[in-house]
Each structure stands twice: as C-alpha cells, then as structure tokens.
C-alpha cells in the first residue's frame, strides 16, 4: 500500500467577494484548459484528487492558504466555468455545497443521457464515497459539501468536505477512480484535516478483520487496494511563515523575476505590461499547470502569485491577476489556431526556475518579501475582502533632498 496524504484546514466562513470570484473562475478554467492541452482529461483528474496539488491551485487562485474555504470556493469556480465547456473539455462537475450535493444524482444521470455513460454506476459511485466518508469513517466531520468530477471515458475524481461540530475545523476528502480497487479498504487518495483522537475507521487495511466479520452476515467480503495516499497538514496561523514555505524554491523564482529576467523569453518580456511583478505570478502558475507532484508539499508558496483574500501574505494585487488571465487565455486562444509559442513559453519559464533552483542558496527575510508586496500592494490595486490597499503614510519622514 501506497500513502497519499492528509490536512488540517482550520474553517474559514464567509463568501468569496464578487470581484475575486470571477477572477477565480477565469483563472481556474484557462490553468485547467493548459492542463488539457498538454496532459488531457486523467491528468486534471488526478490533480484535483492531490491534496497538495489543490491547495496550491487555490492558493494560486487568490484564496486563503491554509484554510477550508479553498475547497468551496474553488470547485464553486470550477463548476461555473467548466461546465459551460463541458462537450469540448470532455470533463463534467456535479454536486456542490449543502442542498446542491444532493442534486449530484441528478446531474449524473443527465450527464449519462448526454454522453452515454453509465449513468446508474455513477450515481452508485457517488453514493458509496459519501457513504464511506460519513459512515465507514466516523471521525466528527458531517460532510457538507461533494463534488463528483467525470471525464468523457469514465473515470472520475471526488472531492468532499466535512465539517467538526465543536473544534471549528474541517476535513477534505479526495477520491480517484484509478486508485480505487475497493469502496472499503483503503479507498481515498486524500483525507484533509485536524486529528481528532481516536476515530472509528472500518476502511483502515487494520480493520479488515472488523469488515470481515460484518461482511459475513452479507456473505460478501472486501478486497485488496493499492492506493497514493497523501498527509497534508495545514497550520491554524493565518500568517505566511518561514517554515511554511520552501525558501530554496521560492527564492529561486523571485530571483529569476525579479533580478535575472532571462534574455531569451523574448516573447513574454515584449508582452504589453509585462514586468517582474507579472513574472512573479506567471512563474507559479506555470508550476500550476506543468509542476511534478512533489513540487507542491508546500502550498503556501503559491500564495506570492496573487495573494490572499484575507491580505495574507498581502493583499490581491488585481491589476497582476487580470495580466495572469489575459496572458494564459491569449496563449490558449493562439495554440487553437495552430501558434502553440505562448504555451510553451509558459513552460519554458517553469524549465528556467528549476535550473535556478540548482545552485541556488536562499539568503533573504521572507518577511520583508512580505512587506514589500504590502507597500506596493497599492500600485497593483491590491485588494482584500476588507478594504483596497492605500499608499504607505510617509508622514514624518524627512524629504529626500534629491
């Protein structure tokens, strides 16, 4: 058996702002849409069902790092801009949050009158990892949220939440149809979320005795499962910190950006507004779409390319985001029309990162990366959920005499 992960995510409530939302959308479908082009429907697939990989995709989306409201907001975008796209992406998400994971059945068996899927087995799927999430496993989280993800051949990748009653935490579960050998033993390729003591687990490879002697009574027994299964534990402190990020990657893309732009990303640098800061954020959404799996064991990082809602690390800096957008959809736009430069210009600069990283040797503060993104936060239109950031007060300083 192979491990995959788990998380802690401490429970964030309140909505996503309007102006981040679709934003979020329009990012989330052009990282999706490369992703496509260039690995193809099983491969998102397996994205979403990392829990590593999907911390980071929001992060990169602006979300706050660490914390719950990624997986809701994230999928809530997704489906919006998916969907609309869904005969030419080949790719479909149902079910929600609260009343509209309970319409997933539904939209499961439109789906297979559309495409000719097997709309009974699906909704069968479906049922069986909520059941499995709530019931199987009894650790204190109520599911509240479930989102089914189907490619156009079959396979499937769920992503489902609960939420604690009393400790104000919440619990990620990622399913993945090519991991799955068994809906009893060892199924998921992700459970996020804070430890909790002793749980009841009947899924555990420890209790298969347990199933066993339950299973009996049904004359029916379980199955043996080889699975990736992942820890991600996610911090309850708002704040970006130190060891919350890997310094030597980080500072290895900053440099890169900000200090030895390469001469031979012609095509990029011409782009109209094109500048260190945009370079910054175009870096770790290029790790987004062509990053390995253990390129992403620290999602806090990825919160440099646009910031956070909440104004951590600091604030979204808007102007950069649209840029983000703009630069991906035109890069999309012309590879449909046979002109694939701009995408693999995107790849291109995620190849030149990692050859930093060789020799790289991370010698500055973290936090007055921080403070700086915060001063100049304004000349972005940097935003957050609370107010639009504002020129620093340079009051009582002494006027530069140059």
């Not at 939209?107 to 009974?120: I, V």
Request: with cysteine.
């Amino acid at each position: 058996m192979k491990h995959s992960g788990t998380a802690d995510l401490p429970l964030h409530y309140g909505k996503v702002p309007a102006w981040l939302y679709e934003r979020m959308s329009a990012l989330g479908k052009s990282i999706v849409e490369v992703i496509l082009m260039d690995y193809g429907q099983d491969e998102v697939l397996r994205r979403l069902a990392d829990p590593f990989w999907f911390q980071s995709f929001g992060a990169v989306l602006g979300m706050d790092w660490h914390s719950s409201g990624i997986t809701t907001s994230v999928m809530g975008a997704l489906k919006r801009a998916v969907n609309p796209c869904a005969h030419a992406f080949g790719l479909y998400i149902c079910g929600g949050k609260g009343k509209f994971s309970k319409d997933t059945p539904q939209e499961l068996l439109y789906l297979a009158d559309k495409t000719g899927l097997d709309g009974n087995s699906l909704v069968r799927t479906s049922k069986l990892v909520a059941k499995v999430d709530k019931t199987a496993i009894q650790d204190g989280y109520q599911l509240y949220l479930h989102n089914f993800i189907v490619a156009k051949n079959g396979h499937w990748a769920v992503v489902q939440q609960g939420m604690h009653d009393h400790d104000g935490t919440a619990r990620r579960y990622h399913w993945h149809s090519e991991n799955v050998r068994s809906f009893v033993e060892e199924p998921h390729t992700g459970i996020n979320g804070c430890p909790q003591g002793i749980i009841l687990n009947l899924t555990a490879s420890g209790a298969a005795p347990n199933r066993t002697g339950i299973m009996t009574l049904f004359n029916e027994d379980s199955s043996d499962v080889l699975v990736d299964f992942k820890r991600l534990m996610m911090p309850s402190h708002h704040d970006v910190r130190v060891p919350d990020v890997d310094l030597k990657r980080l500072g290895a893309m900053l440099y890169v950006a900000r200090e030895n732009q390469p001469k031979n990303f012609e095509d990029l640098l011409l782009l109209k507004g094109m500048g260190p800061r945009t370079l910054q954020s175009l870096a770790l959404v290029s790790e987004v779409i062509h990053g390995a799996p253990a390129r992403f064991n620290d999602p806090a990082r990825f919160s440099f390319a646009h910031g956070g809602k909440d104004g951590h690390p600091f604030p979204v800096p808007l102007d950069i985001y649209d840029q983000s957008i703009q630069i991906l959809q035109k890069g999309i736009e012309k590879s449909k029309l046979g002109n694939r430069d701009k995408l693999k210009s995107m790849n291109k600069l995620h190849q030149i990162v990692l050859e930093a990283e060789h020799n790289f040797m991370p010698q500055f503060d973290i936090q007055q990366i921080i403070e700086e993104e915060r001063r100049n936060s304004w000349r972005y239109n940097g935003r957050t959920v609370f107010a639009r950031a504002k020129p620093p007060d340079e009051t009582g300083k002494q006027l530069s005499l140059f």
